[in-house]
């Protein structure tokens, strides 16, 4: 049996009366009347060896044998640009295919939201459950103009819209290598 961590959270540990041992790390329940015990892995028990992962690199010829099985394929194409057609050189199969996908990935994205389809996905809030209403957090004035010109320039392009829920997520800036500030959503309250 391959070892991993658990992390076991308080309603797991009330639901099932868990009698956690301080001294020796260890956590007690019974389950179909029998005791269960789950201690912390000891240096002995740990495998020497991390297990070994399948990663399948095919060069052209092993690629073109896999086309011709007709069967479904994942490839991640790396290749290097010719700088001066700007286009990386690709097996002619492979170019058959970006030709036939080319809506898939689009060079711009189209403006407004995606249209309604069969699922609309939304979130069951409880009922006579407070609203998670968080304070938005504090930035400077130099992110918050940036935060502002972000949410505008999302608005004009219809990727969002504004709001009428009760409810607020706040939203916040943060730095990259680049010197950009993407925009992060903390909807950990709300979900």
Request: with cysteine; proline share 9%.
């Given at each position: 049996?391959?070892?991993?961590?658990?992390?076991?959270r308080?309603?797991?540990?009330?639901?099932?009366?868990v009698?956690?041992?301080?001294?020796?790390?260890?956590?007690?329940?019974?389950?179909?009347?029998?005791?269960?015990?789950?201690?912390?892995?000891?240096?002995?028990?740990?495998?020497s060896?991390?297990?070994?992962?399948k990663?399948?690199?095919?060069?052209?010829?092993q690629?073109?044998?896999?086309?011709?099985?007709?069967?479904?394929?994942i490839a991640?194409l790396?290749?290097e640009?010719?700088?001066?057609?700007?286009?990386?050189?690709?097996?002619?199969?492979?170019?058959?295919?970006?030709?036939?996908?080319?809506d898939?990935?689009?060079?711009?994205?189209?403006?407004g939201?995606?249209?309604?389809?069969?699922?609309?996905?939304?979130?069951?809030?409880d009922?006579?459950?407070p609203?998670p209403?968080?304070?938005?957090?504090?930035?400077?004035?130099k992110?918050?103009?940036?935060?502002q010109?972000?949410?505008?320039?999302?608005?004009?392009?219809?990727?969002?819209?504004?709001?009428?829920?009760?409810?607020?997520?706040?939203?916040?800036?943060?730095p990259?290598?680049?010197g950009?500030?993407?925009?992060?959503?903390?909807?950990?309250?709300?979900?």
């Open positions: 049996m391959d070892a991993c961590n658990l992390l076991l308080r309603p797991w540990q009330y639901d099932r009366e009698i956690h041992d301080g001294r020796k790390n260890a956590y007690s329940f019974k389950l179909n009347k029998k005791t269960i015990t789950l201690a912390p892995q000891t240096t002995s028990q740990t495998p060896k991390e297990p070994t992962r990663i399948l690199f095919l060069n052209s010829t690629l073109e044998k896999v086309f011709q099985k007709h069967k479904p394929l991640l790396i290749a640009t010719n700088q001066e057609r700007k286009q990386p050189e690709f097996h002619s199969k492979v170019h058959h295919l970006l030709d036939e996908f080319t898939v990935f689009p060079q711009e994205l189209p403006r939201l995606p249209p309604l389809r069969g699922i609309e996905h939304h979130i069951d809030l009922l006579g459950v609203l209403n968080r304070p938005t957090y504090w930035c400077n004035p992110k918050s103009k940036e935060l010109r972000q949410v505008e320039e999302l608005i004009s392009i219809g990727f969002v819209r504004e709001s009428m829920k009760p409810c607020s997520v706040p939203a916040l800036l943060v990259k290598k680049d950009t500030y993407p925009m992060c959503i903390d909807s950990w309250a709300i979900n």
